[in-house]
């Protein structure tokens, strides 16, 4: 069973950066996706941002497009989505998935494994 576990959540202000990270407890050596969501109170999860592992192509919201930025570390067996420029919108808990196939899908039900969450909040 892959596990994943998310840090790097916490409070900043408006105009500010936070970097998530999510380690896999599981190296891929296939082509999936892994990718961010986001639940906001009372809405529903959202894709954010996802890559495949070996091409490394990426994908972004477009709410987040130019701000936040995907990236993994093969050798941490590590995800980041480096946040810039956050706003209050951004405030939500930012969830880590994986999937089992070779693309990256924005819908929650194309991800079987997820990470416990943490909480991003962003001040005005």
């Known amino acids: 069973q892959v596990q994943l576990v998310e840090s790097g959540g916490g409070l900043v202000q408006a105009g500010g950066s936070l970097r998530l990270s999510c380690a896999s407890s599981e190296y891929s050596f296939s082509n999936i996706g892994m990718s961010w969501f986001r639940q906001a109170p009372g809405k529903e999860r959202e894709f954010v941002a996802g890559?495949?592992?070996?091409?490394?192509?990426?994908y972004y919201a477009d709410s987040v497009k130019g701000r936040f930025t995907i990236s993994r570390d093969n050798a941490k067996n590590t995800v980041y989505l480096q946040m810039n420029s956050l706003k209050p919108d951004d405030t939500a808990v930012y969830y880590c998935?994986?999937?089992?196939?070779?693309?990256?899908?924005?819908?929650?039900?194309?991800?079987?494994?997820w990470g416990q969450g943490t909480q991003v909040t962003v001040s005005s």
């Open positions: 890559m495949t592992l070996t091409t490394e192509y990426t």
């Open positions: 998935a994986r999937g089992n196939r070779g693309y990256v899908g924005r819908h929650v039900n194309d991800y079987p494994y």
